[in-house]
């Protein structure tokens, strides 16, 4: 029991400017001490000093959001060795008990004694690199796709024959073609406008391309040294496999692979009815884990002999593709699980 092993917590919520404390006992479950510091480095050097002043003895830090408006204290704080307890969001008791940043200080201070295994924040570092490149890259991606979207609607509306000489064109080509042209010397107001339009976008879609592809080479850099292992698996790509990375984080985050299977919204849940015994997914859970593991398996499916295999002997079963699916899915997460949590120790 965490009970056991300290005398004091820390309860912290963080917000963009200032972060609220509350100094709880754990014996007594009583406040000691509430105040609120500066979002900066001078603040987190006072958190710790005043830490230190009312909390002496075995303590730690409960921060809400440890990988948002908290992410500098507890860089600040696992910097100097304390030991910091990830809280998760308060919003029932919000609701049921009214809101201030205080109370919400004591709540995360008592939800992290009531809790059976706490959880340790994301891990840092190469990590920490990883989501920021993985963030970065779907932002080019998303922006690239709605370039190409805008791209399509202006050419279908485009004036002739600016349209009849642009549509048999390859997406490559168009897009060469369309960043070389020059709609200055056009007399035609619609045709110059059509053709300053297109010509902007397609600059912006080829643009957007040279920076999607640097990301991806410093994703993939960035894996491979966390996670070799991964990138060994059939149909694991650097991006399903940063993505895995992410969500993983670290040795002992995450206690059994039921509960990676269940953070992936992998883990089955009874739909029984009547005489029919059956089984789905779960659709909480982290989405994009699980958009990550669901393209895993779309590559399996195509080209893994022994998924392939497998998928043919549960319809031979009486099962559904979509359970053959959930089946694959949960022994995926199962899989990925076991050689994340017992592999080489993951670099910081």
Known sequence: MLADQLDYIVGVDPHRDAHALAVVEVVSGAVIFETTVAAS???????LRLAEEHA????????EGTGSFGAGLTR?????????????????????????????????????????????????????????????????????????CQLRDLLITAPEPLRSELRPLSRTRLLQRLAATRPDGQRDPELRGSMLALRSIARRVLQLTVEERELAREIETITRKLAPQLLDQPG?????????????????????????????????IPASSGQTIRYRLDRSG???????????????KRSHPATIAYIERRLAEGKTRREANRCLKRYLARSLYRLLEHGPPMPT
């Open 41 to 47: 480095s001078d603040g987190y050097a006072t958190a």
């Open 56 to 63: 002496r003895g075995r303590r730690a830090f409960a921060i």
């Open 76 to 148: 600040f704080l696992t910097g100097r060795d304390e030991r910091v307890l990830e809280v998760g969001r308060l919003r029932r008791e919000r609701r049921t008990g009214g809101k201030t940043d205080a109370l919400d200080a004591i709540r995360a201070a008592r939800s992290v004694l009531a809790s059976e295994r706490p959880a340790t924040p994301r891990a840092g570092g190469e990590r920490q690199a990883l989501q920021a490149l993985v963030a970065a890259r779907e932002g080019a991606v998303n922006a690239k796709r709605a370039g190409l």
């Open 236 to 268: 694991v790509g650097p991006h399903a496999a940063a993505q895995v990375v992410l969500s993983w984080s670290h040795q002992g985050r995450i206690t059994t692979e039921a509960a990676f299977a269940r953070l992936a919204g992998a883990a089955p």
């Open 286 to 300: 982290d989405r994009k884990l699980n958009r990550a593991l669901h393209m895993i398996l779309v590559t399996r």
